[in-house]
């Protein structure tokens, strides 16, 4: 007969000793930042993991992402569950589970919601800082103004050390 398996328990699942930069994460599971980020938004590999090679973020899309340029930094979408819009310098794409698209640095794009219950997908930048500025975001606080549209002084300004520039088309 064989032995009863023992049923995982939460936290960081054992790695073989010198494997310190190996990461596995659970389902659900996100890494840890020095700020909060809202539910649906989960870093699975931060910047400093990858000694800046990358950033992995699980992002439900509860909110559009305004029109922006990366000037460094090329991303890498990939849909998990719903549909979604990418505007590329000019064209809209609708983007449903298994599609990807890559946005290169330095071409304006905005990501839209096209489903409910809203669009899930991986978002990868490389070089990382996707996560940094999205914690740098969050701990600058509001950057919607009240009338809904978001505020592209706000974002220009957290985004200027990221490389990040909101409001272009």
């Known amino acids: 007969m064989s032995q009863?398996?023992?049923?995982?328990?939460?936290?960081?699942?054992?790695l073989p000793q010198g494997r310190?930069?190996?990461?596995?994460?659970?389902?659900?599971?996100r890494r840890p930042g020095r700020v909060p980020l809202p539910p649906g938004l989960d870093v699975?590999?931060?910047?400093?993991?990858?000694?800046?090679?990358l950033a992995i973020l699980e992002n439900r899309l509860d909110i559009d992402i305004p029109p922006h340029i990366h000037h460094h930094a090329d991303e890498f979408v990939?849909?998990?569950?719903?549909?979604?819009?990418?505007d590329i310098d000019g064209l809209t794409h609708r983007l449903t589970p298994g599609m990807c698209v890559l946005l290169?640095?330095?071409?304006?794009?905005?990501?839209?919601?096209?489903?409910q219950p809203p669009a899930r997908c991986l978002q990868i930048s490389s070089p990382g800082g996707w996560d940094e500025f999205m914690e740098d975001m969050f701990e600058a606080g509001p950057v919607v103004m009240k009338d809904g549209h978001p505020d592209h002084d706000r974002l220009n300004e957290i985004g200027a050390k990221h490389?990040?520039?909101y409001g272009v088309r």
């Open 104 to 115: 290169p640095h330095g071409v304006p794009h905005a990501l839209r919601n096209a489903s």
């Open 44 to 53: 699975k590999a931060r910047t400093a993991d990858t000694e800046g090679r």
């Open 4 to 14: 009863p398996q023992p049923t995982p328990t939460p936290g960081p699942i054992p």
């Open 20 to 29: 310190e930069r190996f990461l596995v994460l659970r389902p659900g599971e």
């Open 163 to 165: 490389g990040m520039q």
């Open 78 to 86: 990939y849909v998990l569950e719903g549909e979604m819009e990418a």
